[in-house]
């Protein structure tokens, strides 16, 4: 590389990161710090703050439990469609947020393709918190399992084949053999996925409306406190800014252990 | 290749904004400079259609920002550049009022508020009642309000608590939207059941939706007050715009998209002061 090209690098590589780093700058500096315990304690905080925890890590399970099949599907076999297959879970890492809401509404709203077959099971998933957890999923899943699908096309078959000749069970190797092996994969996985569903805003608005307790997520509570208390909006927005960074920290430091 | 195609964009982008800058020092151009208008979601589609007209009476090129009441006031609070602010009801306005950061305001046009149904919810359910009195009848309803925080949800439920069905209505709540759109949409779309939105939300004869008018008594007007930015850039133009837009000229859009009249606009005072100005210029 010349010393040219390396300068020209550095200086974008610098106005990268002003990218980033400005707008968190911006956003701790405004933040009111003197009203941090009253905003901290306060009930719209409290609630949903609680609620996003519990939503995002529905979402982070239900992905594992989803996603990982379909990332070994993708990885390990060749299922006929399996591009197909491919471009359709990453479809939702493109589509506009408040596509893939008005999307989840067509297929699970009491008007959507699957409305009738869910209300037949009393089940009515517009405005529920399990809503929440559904649009979160599916627009943040699709990162586990490109991530997941990754680590585990750098994995070697012949091992679990080996333990198999050796008797393992399925299970054993799985356990044993494979999770070691796609550990990192699969944690950093899981941080993008959390990451991603804890500041879902689109989708949730759009399929499961806003609701304190039920559905109005932190992302959501900021959005509507911005519309009264902006000052306020800015502290929330930082806690759920510390809640990300904590989350990408961890795991970060056990995939690079 | 698509790095490369994205390097050679780059450039570009910052010619882009010097031209920008060049454009704010010279005002005086050749070009009058566009005259950048926010307003509050309902008022979109008028301004719209008055918008290309106004240009074409005046030349004077215009921009339309359409936002929740609360955003646009954000963005004035924020320094965004703009001439003209239209907000959705007289307390957005009236805290940039008293913040200094816009001019004195005067009523655009006049709003009211309808409870809408989702159709063939009559069909479905035994009570004989129909509109807000739903509220009050055992049957299950999924209703869906604008946020308090925004103009239409606050005007919803005041008209409610003059009905006395604020406890229940919260009760069946389901849903607060962001902005009164987003209210339409959840009925219309039949996922809740009901809803109170703005008259002038509703397209006439729009699909999928029963309109019914709230009684006399739970009516609340909502003014749209206009006025111009102290920050504008182009002061005589935004000036001129709102004596346009408040004149009997427009009154007939406003009319049919169902929006009552607002201030009678002293605009022939306003107009012969601008133009007493004008002679005085050498």
């Known amino acids: 590389m010349s010393e040219r090209t390396s300068r020209v690098v550095l200086v974008l590589a610098g106005l990268g ?13 405004r933040a009111p710090w003197r009203l ?19 939503v995002s890590l529905a979402a982070v399970l239900a992905s594992i439990v989803l996603g990982a099949p379909l990332a070994w599907l993708l990885a390990r076999t060749s299922t006929p469609g399996r591009r197909l297959l491919r471009a359709l879970v990453t479809l939702p890492l493109v589509l506009p947020p408040v596509v ?16 009738g077959a869910l209300a037949w099971v009393g089940l009515e998933l517009p405005f529920t918190t399990l809503a929440a957890v559904l649009a979160s999923t599916f627009v943040a899943a699709p990162l586990l399992v490109t991530t997941l699908e990754a680590g585990l096309a750098q994995t070697d078959p012949r091992l679990e084949q080996v333990a198999a000749t050796l008797g393992a069970s399925r299970l ?6 494979l999770l070691p092996q796609i550990r990192p994969a699969l944690l950093a996985g899981m941080a993008l996925c959390w990451a991603r569903a804890l500041g879902e805003f689109g989708a949730t608005i759009t399929f499961a409306g806003n609701l304190r307790g039920r559905t109005q997520t932190l992302p959501l509570a900021i959005y509507e406190t911005l519309q009264t208390e902006p000052e306020r909006a800015f502290l929330l927005a930082c806690s759920l800014l510390a809640l990300s960074v904590m989350v990408l920290a961890a795991t970060w430091r056990r995939t690079a252990a | 290749m698509p790095l490369r195609s994205l390097a050679a964009l780059l450039p570009l982008a910052l010619l882009s904004g010097a031209c920008d800058r060049h454009e ?29 007209r106004y240009e074409a009476h ?8 359409i936002a929740g009441s609360q955003t646009l006031a954000m963005q004035v609070r924020e320094g965004i550049r703009c001439d003209v602010i239209a907000t959705a009801d007289r307390a957005t306005m009236d805290s940039l009022v008293a913040r200094g950061l816009v001019a004195t305001p005067r009523v655009l046009a006049r709003n009211r508020l309808v409870w809408i149904e989702r159709a063939g919810l009559a069909d479905e359910v035994s009570s004989a009642v129909i509109g807000p009195a739903r509220l009050s009848s055992p049957e299950r309803l999924r209703l869906v309000l604008a946020a308090p925080e925004v103009p239409a949800g606050r005007y919803a439920r005041e008209a409610l608590a003059r009905l006395g069905l604020l406890e229940s209505a919260h009760a069946r709540l389901v849903s607060n939207e962001l ?20 008259a002038t939300d509703l397209p006439p004869g729009a699909p999928g939706v029963t309109v019914v008018e709230l009684p006399a008594r739970a009516q609340v007007v909502a003014d749209y007050p206009i006025a111009r930015v102290r920050a504008a850039r182009s002061p005589a133009a935004a000036d001129e715009l709102i004596a346009w837009l408040t004149s009997a000229d427009t009154r007939a859009v406003f009319g049919r998209a169902g929006f009552a009249p607002g201030d009678p606009a002293p605009d022939a005072a306003g107009r012969g002061a601008d133009a007493e100005l004008g002679d005085r210029e050498p």
């Open chain 1, 100 to 115: 893939a809401g008005v999307a989840l509404l067509a297929a699970f709203g009491r008007r959507g393709l699957l409305g």
């Open chain 1, 17 to 29: 990161s002003l990218l980033f780093a400005l707008p968190i700058a911006g956003l701790l500096a």
């Open chain 2, 58 to 65: 005046s030349g004077q090129p215009i921009r339309l920002s």
């Open chain 2, 24 to 52: 704010a020092r010279e005002p005086h151009g050749g070009e009058p400079r566009e005259l950048v208008v926010l307003a509050a979601a309902s008022l979109g589609p008028v301004l719209f259609e008055l918008g290309p």
């Open chain 1, 36 to 54: 941090l315990g009253e905003v901290a304690t306060s009930p719209i905080t409290s609630t949903a703050l609680a609620l996003s925890l519990l």
């Open chain 2, 179 to 198: 902005d009164v759109r987003g209210v339409l949409a959840k009925v219309r779309l039949g996922e809740a059941d009901a809803g109170i939105v703005y």
């Open chain 1, 172 to 177: 054993r190797i799985l356990w044993s053999v």
